[in-house]
Structure formats: C-alpha cells, structure tokens
C-alpha cells in the first residue's frame, strides 16, 4: 500500500492559497482539493474560512471571470455559462451579476461571427438540414433560442 505524504495545516493551507492564485476558483472545487487531504472538518472549515478572510477565494470574482473566458474563448452563450455555474454551485446573485460582464453588442456580435463560420463549413445542400445543424451547434453553444432563429433566418435568406 502506497503512504501518502503528510503535511502539517499551514502546509496544506499554503498549497491552497497557491492553487486559488493560479486561477480563480469556487468553492465547490477548493473543497474537492481539501478531499484529497483528508482533512477533519473543523480543519476544513478554518482553512475555508482562511481563504476567504485574505481574499484567495472570492466566489463572485470566480463567478464574474468565469463568464467573461467562456464568452470570449470559448464563445458560449448565457444559457450554457448559467447551467455550468449552477453546476459549480453559485449563488443565483452571483451567477446574475457575471452575466453583466458580457456586453449584449459583443453578445449579438459573437452569435452571428460563430453562426457565419459554421455555415460555412457544413456542407449540407438541404437548406432545412442546414439550419437544423446550425441551431443544434448554437444550441449546445448555449445561446436563447430567440437569437439563434433570428440569427440563422438572416444568415440564410
């Protein structure tokens, strides 16, 4: 059987403090990484406590910062950033507030920049098969079906 190195708290509280600087994190994933240690609970609650006195983690920043890299890297819409910050277990309040982070011009922007792009790599002569694939690809993109059928109508006619 493997032994798992020991580390005294100010150890594993100085591992974490790294980890919540690297990148902006929620609690749900400082937690997992507390799992890995084994800690008691009364541990784990003073080293949380810890990390959110001295601003390692803050769930709003999280939250904010979350929204604004999967728009602008990765181009989805508000519905998805919402269902993967309720996944990530962030307060409503929260989740409202990192929505303001993307700017609805920018929004709109993107949806037609993506939709363009895709239309012109699916190679579906059946122009009901087309749009089918376009709106199932801004779907899982996560945009409100409202834009993606205005969107696609003026892309395609």
């Known amino acids: 059987m493997i032994q798992k190195p020991s580390f005294t ?3 594993i509280k100085r591992k974490l403090e790294q980890y919540c ?3 902006d994190r929620c609690h749900k994933e400082v937690e997992q990484k507390m799992r890995e240690f084994n800690l008691i609970p ?7 406590l810890s990390l959110l006195k001295d601003n ?3 769930e ?9 890299g999967k ?3 990765k181009n989805w819409g508000k519905q998805r950033i919402v269902r993967e910050l309720k996944f990530k277990d962030i307060s ?10 993307i700017d609805e011009q920018e929004y ?6 993506i939709t363009k792009k895709r239309n012109e790599i699916i190679t579906e002569a059946n122009l009901y098969k087309r749009k089918k694939k376009l709106i199932d690809f801004l779907m899982r993109k996560g945009y409100e079906s409202e834009l993606i059928y205005k969107t696609v109508n003026d892309i395609l006619t």
């Open 9 to 11: 708290v100010d150890e």
């Open 21 to 23: 600087v690297y990148q």
């Open 42 to 48: 009364e541990v784990r609650e003073m080293i949380l």
């Open 56 to 58: 390692f983690l803050n």
């Open 60 to 68: 709003e920043r999280f939250a904010k910062s979350f929204a604004r």
């Open 71 to 73: 728009f602008r890297i």
């Open 92 to 101: 409503a309040y929260n989740i409202k507030t990192a929505l303001k982070e």
């Open 108 to 113: 709109v922007k993107t949806i037609y920049r």
